[in-house]
Structures are given as structure tokens and as C-alpha cells.
């Protein structure tokens, strides 16, 4: 029990140092301007080296998260049929199911479907 315990502080002394010895290694000293702004052959940028970010794919990106979840979530169910009862089953599959046919009616309706205007 005693060498567990010796072997659990050495291993966590060892992880502290190599940590403390990363950072300050890893360090930058002197944060120059110049050197982190965008090089262009020796001249001043022409245009912003970060473009705007299109609302449109971010809320199609969310939408496709939010049913990638759900189908995670699905997946299961078969699985669950033999497990719980056959009643409690189909209650909550389609309360489950018609929260997120609510939630696509609602983008539908609200046009975050329609990608190209």
C-alpha cells in the first residue's frame, strides 16, 4: 500500500515538473509586433488576414450538430425495447421524437433551411 502511494507522489511530482519546465521554456521573452502581424513580401498587407464569418453556415452547422445528437440519441432505442416496457418505449421515442420535429418545423419556418437567397 505504502509503495502504491510513494509511486502515486512520484509520478505527480514528475508530471508537475515536466509541466513547470514546458512553460517556461516554451516562453516568448519579447512579443513583437511586426513579427506577429501577416507578412506580405516585406509590404503592408493589403486586406484583413481574417475574413466575416457567414451567419448562415454557422446556424447550418448547428442545425447539423443538433440532429447528429439526435441520431446518436436514436440509435440506442431498439436496444432499449428490450429492457423497459413496450408503453414506456413508444411514449418517450415519440415524445422524443415529435420535440425534434417541433424543433425542424421552426427552422423551416423561420427559413434557416433556405440556403441560397
Do not use: H
Request: proline share 5%.
Amino acid at each position: 500500500m505504502m509503495n502504491t502511494l510513494y509511486l502515486m507522489m512520484i509520478i505527480v511530482m514528475l508530471a508537475t515538473i515536466v509541466m513547470m519546465l514546458s512553460s517556461t521554456i516554451s516562453k516568448k521573452s519579447i512579443i513583437d509586433r511586426e513579427k506577429s502581424s501577416p507578412f506580405e513580401c516585406g509590404f503592408e498587407p493589403m486586406n484583413k488576414s481574417r475574413l466575416p464569418f457567414s451567419l448562415r453556415f454557422f446556424l447550418i452547422a448547428v442545425m447539423f450538430l443538433i440532429f447528429d445528437v439526435e441520431i446518436a440519441l436514436l440509435l440506442p432505442m431498439p436496444i432499449l425495447l428490450l429492457t423497459s416496457p413496450v408503453k414506456t418505449w413508444m411514449i418517450t421515442g415519440m415524445i422524443f421524437i415529435m420535440i425534434l420535429l417541433m424543433g425542424l418545423y421552426y427552422e423551416w419556418n423561420q427559413g434557416m433551411l433556405k440556403w441560397a437567397e
